[in-house]
């Protein structure tokens, strides 16, 4: 106990003694590579360095997938083989050896920091999974909480930068705690085969009234047609919506069942699977014009190949992660069928940077940020629609004529709504002249 008080003392000069032996003796602190040393000796020391970084990086993330046979097959096999080519993919490519310094070793640190937040991601989705082992709707507060970090991280960036100009992400989190999501909300009950039914034919028999009455109204107006027929005809139109509604309640006991506020898997864990599949499909033009984006700019990249594997994972992970979070909390998202939780979903995602660019002094919504509202928009709109929707009517043999009957006269209005925000999406940015040119490229004679 007498010698606590020496111990800072004896750390510090401990350290002072290491950093003058590092930086005086040795020449390598602060730039981290020797002065004395060759330049492709500093170009091995920093694929080296990179290799040994990744492949901890690597472990980390299967530690954190807790998947024992991956596990179990990385610690079977020998370390300096899963090195090598972790080490080639490290190897800073410059125009010459002269140019290994200080900044190809900060570059290659800002590449590892940029993976290892997705290893913290998984660890956190795992989390949630182990939360809920039966699939139940019935979600703990751990993993409500868990899900708002995680869509905060999303919103804010996907990065790290996130401890430096956390607004954004506070934002999300509160949005997506107190707004977003409705923990306190009864579970919507299982839908039978029946209700759905007597559900569909009540939206079709008002729709046909609706229908029919703008049509009389029109033949009435023109002088075509009689008052008595006007009124039998609508008189019967009526009273066979009346005879639905009453079917509808006498089956369902309300007139507006909740057949949309939960899927049609058993869970959440179900419906976020359903999610992430149809996801991948649906934001495959996306993924595509990063990569086309990443491939055209890897020349001024010091480690093209980490580069490019990182935008791969950066494209995919990100529409799938806005996948997953929707399908798996997709019951408890504000709204009563796929369109409105799409709605208030995508509006979540995008309102946070607005106040970050208020206090800058720049306009709420520019054009980039308007045409990636759009693209949010409309992926989380179809994905939405053709996931959840059309996939409860599908368990029970239905298609995309009763999903438009559902909506109603609006459908016809929500698939301009789609068909418009995705051709704007891809017009807006060039994706079918990019990879037609990038394309165009790979044939030249000279490309091989």
Known sequence: MLILPLIPLIADA??????????????????????????YVSSLLVAALGAALLFQTGKLTLRLTNHTGAWRWVRSRNSLLLLVPLFVISLPVVNSPLETNVFTVTSLFSFVGWFLPYAIVIGALVYI????????????????????????????????????????FLIAWYIFRYWLIVP????????????????????????????????????????????SVYKTRLDEAEKDAKYAAAALLNEAGTLTPSVFARGAEPGPWSNAKVAVRYGSIIAMPFMVLTLVRVVQNTTDSRFPIVDL?????????SWLLIAGLFGYFYHLIRG?????????????????????????????????????????????????????DLRMLQKYRHGWRELFTVYGLASAAYGSTIALAVASSLGGKELLPAIWKFLQGLAAPGSS
């Open 184 to 227: 306190g909300q009864p579970a919507a009950a299982p839908v039978s085969g029946s209700v759905l039914s007597r559900f569909i034919n009540e939206r079709r028999a008002r729709s046909r009234v609706e229908d029919l009455q703008k049509g009389l109204d029109k033949k009435f107006g023109q002088g075509d047609l009689e008052f």
């Open 14 to 39: 401990l350290d002072g003694a290491f950093r003058h032996v590092v930086a005086t003796r040795a020449g390598i602190y602060p730039y981290l590579l020797p002065d004395r040393a060759s330049p």
């Open 309 to 317: 594997i990182y935008a791969l994972v950066f494209s995919v992970a």
């Open 129 to 168: 999974r182990d939360s809920n082992p039966e699939d139940v709707f019935q979600l703990t507060a751990g993993e409500i909480a868990t899900g708002a970090l995680i869509f905060a991280w999303y919103v804010s960036g996907h990065g790290a930068s996130i401890l430096f100009v956390p607004v954004p």
């Open 336 to 388: 009563c069928d796929g369109f409105q939780k799409a709605l208030t979903f995508s509006f979540a995602v995008v309102l946070p940077s607005i106040p970050l660019r208020l206090i800058a002094g720049e306009l709420p919504v520019d054009s980039v940020q308007l045409l990636d509202i759009v693209e949010v928009f409309a992926f989380v709109l179809v994905l939405a629609l053709a996931g959840f």
